[in-house]
């Protein structure tokens, strides 16, 4: 089932902000290995836009129809309003880079997904770990979608001051 794209216009049915052709574009331009797939291309993306709806963003959505977490108004980056027609391009690549992420979670060993250490034993060694999570947990400095949406998000440090 093709992708339905989110342009800003509140399209029905939108699943993704990103096409197929981006998503390749983008694995090539920044050195990720992905699939070739387009079903698990499609996949991705939905399962990325997704997540994203989960993410603080700043600003209130444009509708309550609207499918994804974006458009969105009352959003300042760098000290300029974006528009609520607009997908910001920012967006676009950190939805991009969260599908390239997904990849590389769903493609990792098992031996990387072990859980923490719920008991040890020092002699005979013996080591006891809890379920292992379904994704690699990987530090902000390697999620490059954190790096895109930064600038998009809420912090426990921001505060919104409103003139009166």
């Known amino acids: 089932m093709a992708l339905v794209i989110e342009t800003g216009a509140i399209v029905a049915g939108a699943d993704s902000f990103a096409t197929v052709a981006e998503f390749a574009t983008y694995a090539t331009n920044y050195g990720r290995t992905v699939t070739d797939d387009t079903d698990a291309i499609e996949a991705l993306l939905r399962r990325a836009a997704l997540q994203m709806g989960d ?3 700043k600003g209130c959505t444009v509708s309550r129809d609207q ?3 974006w458009p969105r108004y009352d959003v300042v980056a760098n000290g300029w309003e974006i528009p609520s027609t607009m997908i910001p391009p920012r967006i676009k690549a950190g939805q991009l880079a969260l599908a390239c992420e ?7 060993p098992a031996e ?3 859980g923490p250490i719920v008991s040890e034993k020092v ?3 013996e080591t006891t770990y809890a379920a292992a999570p379904t994704s690699v947990s990987k530090p ?3 999620r490059q979608s954190q790096a895109q949406f930064a600038q998009f998000l809420e912090s426990a440090s ?3 001051l409103t003139r009166a």
Do not use: C, E
């Not at 990849?103 to 990792?108: E, L, N, T, V």
């Open 55 to 57: 993410m603080p963003w």
């Open 67 to 69: 499918s994804l977490s």
């Open 102 to 108: 997904l990849y590389a979670d769903d493609q990792a």
């Open 112 to 114: 990387l997904k072990s």
């Open 123 to 125: 002699g005979p060694i």
């Open 140 to 142: 902000v400095a390697v």
């Open 158 to 160: 921001s505060v919104r």
